[in-house]
C-alpha cells in the first residue's frame, strides 16, 4: 500500500527557505568585466563582449530579484497552505467512541 502523506517541520522548513533568501540577495558579480570593455573600446569584439555583459548582469539582477523574493514568498505560501490544509483536515475527521467500555 502506498503512502500520500506529507510531512513537513515547518521550523527546518522555514530555515531552508530564509537560507536561500539570504543568500540569494547577498549574490553580487564583481565588477572587474565590466572594466575591461574600456580596453577593448574600438573593437568589434569589444562590442560583442559588451552586449553580452550587459545582458549578464541585467539577467543577475533579475535572478536576485526572483530568488530572494519571489520564490521564497511563493514557499512560505506553500507552507501555510500545507499547514492551512492539515488543520482543515483534522477538524473534518469525526471519531466515533465505542461504548461497550473498552
Known amino acids: 500500500m502506498s503512502d500520500h502523506s506529507l510531512y513537513i517541520d515547518t521550523f527546518v522548513y522555514t530555515g531552508i527557505v530564509n ?22 573600446g574600438g573593437t568589434d569584439v569589444g562590442k560583442i563582449m559588451k552586449e553580452v555583459l550587459d545582458s549578464v548582469y541585467a539577467t543577475e539582477e533579475l535572478y536576485k530579484k526572483q530568488s530572494s523574493y519571489s520564490l521564497p514568498a511563493a514557499l512560505f505560501k506553500l507552507r501555510d497552505s500545507v499547514v492551512n490544509t492539515d488543520k482543515a483536515l483534522s477538524k473534518s475527521i469525526k471519531v466515533e467512541q465505542d461504548s461497550n467500555g473498552e
Open 19 to 40: 537560507e536561500i533568501k539570504n543568500k540569494a540577495s547577498s549574490c553580487q558579480l564583481a565588477e572587474k568585466p565590466l572594466e575591461s570593455i574600456k580596453t577593448w
